[in-house]
């Protein structure tokens, strides 16, 4: 299923452009102590057939310079390949070409001179958000091959295969998309796969990560501020909107977005405008938003923290990654995949697991889902001497207890989320608000409909389903009838 060509983990590579010698020595010697390979030109005409022979995974590039300025070099670099992160940087005072670029793609700016931390945090996330764009996303094939390049989505499931249709049925048009799921099942993934098999595939995709934006920034990060608009907002900045524009918007745990900014949202997804903070000008953008949520948005409906007509515009494309306990007929594969990766990371050449440990891999309950899965046999693959893995490589399985009481406390709260759904429904469907029989007539319906699960487990043997339920016969029996199951 795997070619044997091994494929490295890549450094990346760092590309600097800057007039100063004195400032690319002192960034290339940073840089490289920080890990990453670098190439430094003096200009930017040295700089763009760079860009189209080796492979660079971020610029950071001045942008006054001699010859060709770094403003046309960025719109030349964009135009090359407009997935490029650049981060620009800018000498006091000359903040408005910085804002220039950045409406021409740059992915930030820094101020010189700069704290070389402030740099370096830049540098992650541009290569982070420059790798989240280029690495392709793909799904396992029909006969189980999964390509060499990039990360491929694994899914033989029932439940994967509807995924995989739906992405490609909502893939093509502009509309909003919700993606629920428990934490680690693969939402950022798909959110990808989205991007990637739509129309607006060659255009830019930002994810912001809605849980780690302080309150008080969240709309100047994502609609941008002019300068002033609130303390600290030294220089005017262009927000992720307007960096994005014509291209796609992951907007992460949305749950997590404060209401004003969802007042915003809306209007962008229904008018397409905005305003930045502290500007009456009125932006138009086309941008595509994805949103992802761990959280059950009803709920932050009821508390009065989400609002509910952004809910439903948001809602009306939804894919729902299903928690991996639900479809344990894809942890062989997962396996074998995440086995297949560590391998090539870490140089280990692991064949497989064992069928003890196979079943155990099986049999657990992931309250963790897929990302759990990944981390455990990560580790094993790190840690293991043998060239198949088995029960001894996973601390997991060798404290059952701990694994267990875990378990239980996770399936309870699973259990009051989805009685909470059930009851709700009910409810909503019911006529007994009021009528004071709203515990007799919810616990009929929920008896009737155990009775008839049971009995369809068992084969439609009374004795085994009123074994199983812990009533006798007769009492089943007497169920039976008045709930009419006799005849189903
Ligand atoms: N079906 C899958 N096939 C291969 N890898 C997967 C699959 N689903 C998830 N993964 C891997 O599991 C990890 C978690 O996935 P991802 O980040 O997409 O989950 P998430 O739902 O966004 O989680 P969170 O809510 O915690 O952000 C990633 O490393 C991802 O590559
Ligand atoms: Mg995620």
């Not at 923290?305 to 515009?313: A, S």
């Not at 928690?323 to 396996?335: S, T, Y």
């Not at 608000?433 to 049971?454: A, D, F, P, Q, Y």
Request: hydrophobic content about 40%; glycine content about 6%; proline content about 3%.
């Amino acid at each position: 299923m795997y070619s044997k060509r091994k494929k490295k983990m890549r450094i990346p590579t760092i590309l600097v452009v800057d007039d100063s010698k004195a400032i690319l020595t002192m960034l290339k010697t940073f840089l490289e102590k920080e890990g990453y390979d670098v190439i430094t030109t003096l200009t930017a005409l040295d700089a763009l057939p760079l860009i189209q022979m080796r492979e660079i995974d971020l610029v950071i590039m001045d942008i006054k310079l001699p010859g060709l300025s770094g403003i046309d070099a960025l719109t030349e670099i964009k135009n090359k390949d407009i997935k490029l992160p650049v981060i620009i940087m800018t000498a006091f005072g000359t903040t408005q070409t910085a804002i220039e670029a950045m409406k021409r793609g740059a992915y930030d700016y820094v101020t010189k001179p700069f704290k070389i931390n402030e740099l370096s945090n830049l540098v992650k996330k541009a290569l982070e958000a420059g790798w989240l764009m280029r690495e392709s996303v793909s799904y396992q094939g029909e006969k189980g091959e999964i390509p060499q390049e990039g990360v491929c989505i694994i899914g033989n499931s029932p439940l994967m295969q509807e995924i995989f249709k739906t992405v490609g049925k909502v893939a093509e048009s502009s509309a909003a998309v919700l993606i629920r799921g428990q934490s680690g099942t693969g939402k950022e993934l798909i959110a990808r796969a989205v991007y990637q098999n739509s129309s607006r595939k060659d255009k830019p995709f930002l994810a912001v990560n809605c849980a780690a934006i302080p309150e008080s920034l969240f709309e100047a990060e994502l609609f941008g501020h002019e300068k002033g608009a609130f303390t600290g907002a030294i220089n005017k900045r262009i927000g992720k909107f307007q960096q994005c524009d014509g291209g796609t918007i992951f907007l992460d745990e949305i749950g997590d977005m404060p209401l004003s900014t969802q007042t915003k949202i809306l209007r962008v997804l229904q008018e397409h405008t905005f305003e930045p903070v502290g500007s009456e000008k009125t932006i138009n953008v086309d941008v595509r938003v994805i949103a992802s949520t761990n959280k059950e948005l009803w709920k932050a409906i009821e508390k009065g923290e989400f609002r509910e007509d952004l809910y439903y515009r948001l809602k009306v494309v939804t894919i729902f990654m299903p928690p991996l306990c639900q479809r344990k007929e894809d942890i062989p594969l997962l396996a074998d995949y995440f086995i297949h990766k560590s391998n090539n990371t870490f140089s280990k050449n692991i064949k497989g697991v064992d069928r003890q440990l196979l079943s155990c891999l099986k049999e657990y309950h992931w309250p963790g889902n897929v990302r759990e899965l990944e981390n455990a046999i990560q580790t094993a693959v790190i840690m293991s001497k043998k060239g198949i893995l088995g029960l001894d490589d996973f601390p997991l399985f060798n404290h059952p207890e701990q694994g267990s009481i875990k378990d239980d406390a996770r399936q309870e709260r699973d259990y009051a989320d989805i009685f909470e759904d059930i009851l709700k429904e009910m409810l909503k469907n019911s006529k007994l608000t009021g009528s004071g029989n709203l515990h007799r007539e919810i616990m009929k319906g929920l008896e009737k409909n155990l009775i008839k699960l049971v009995l369809d487990k068992s084969r439609k043997s009374q004795s085994k389903t009123a074994k199983l339920l812990g009533i006798s016969r007769n009492t089943l029996r007497t169920r039976m009838k008045s709930y009419n199951l006799f005849d189903t």
